[in-house]
């Protein structure tokens, strides 16, 4: 098995994170995978952020539910960029040739019909792979799975994960996003966030699946590196 090495939030080495430049940037030099997080507008659009509220990322404040979407336009992001849509994003990656990582950011707010919102849209746009579904939410993956059952589920999570094949089966999932390396998992298991080349060496050579990573073209650098 290689390495996957997707863009967390885009390229944020280079560019806002989760900017349409840097998603864009990353597509026209050779991403192999793209990692997003999916939030909704208090008219249930789809948009593009990591976090509940608009502060850290944005010259405004406050949550992104509590904005509709054409209010949240007025905000800009460092770059001066508006806050992307999922339609945006999906029209910028139509068929191309990148894995997708699509997060629902519904561990902190769970907002109602998300599930089937983000699935009808993904479903209507022509992608050359599957899109894989994570969330730190397992209830969100569940919904999920009623809407569609054969896409790819990874549940998220920053704690060490006793009897992991037992618990993948048993949910129904393809795999575990976890933020440290478990050795020995007989499942997939993709790394975040890997940015010190070293580690990222150590864990392609462990072959896991796939790492999250701020800076793409280091460690696409080093997998070529590994390759050699």
């Not at 029209?91 to 998300?114: C, F, M, P």
């Not at 575990?176 to 390396?181: G, N, P, Q, R, T």
Request: with cysteine; charged share 20%.
């Amino acid at each position: 098995m290689t390495t996957t090495v997707f863009g967390h939030r885009g390229y944020p080495a280079r560019f806002p994170e989760n900017s349409l430049a840097g998603f864009s940037y990353a597509l026209d030099h050779g991403i192999e995978g793209l990692e997003f997080d999916v939030h909704l507008t208090r008219d249930r659009v789809p948009v593009i952020m990591h976090d509940e509220r608009i502060d850290r990322t944005t010259d405004g404040s406050g949550l992104i539910e509590s904005y509709t979407y054409a209010q949240l336009r007025h905000f800009r992001l460092a770059n001066q960029e508006t806050i992307p849509s999922l339609a945006e994003f999906l029209a910028l990656v139509t068929d191309r040739d990148v894995q997708l990582n699509l997060e629902l950011k519904t561990d902190k707010i769970q907002y109602s019909g998300i599930e089937a919102i983000v699935m009808q849209m993904v479903h209507a746009t022509n992608l050359r792979r599957p899109v894989i579904f994570s969330s730190f939410h397992l209830p969100t993956l569940k919904t999920c799975q009623q809407i569609a059952p054969n896409e790819s589920y990874c549940w998220l999570t920053d704690k060490p994960v006793a009897q992991p094949a037992m618990l993948v089966a048993k949910e129904h999932l393809s795999g575990l996003h976890l933020s440290h390396f478990q050795s020995g998992l007989p499942i997939t298991e993709r790394i975040w966030t890997v940015d010190n080349p070293t580690v990222a060496a150590d864990l392609m050579k462990q072959h896991v699946a796939g790492i999250f990573t701020d800076d793409f073209e280091m460690m696409m650098q080093v997998k070529q590196q590994i390759a050699n």
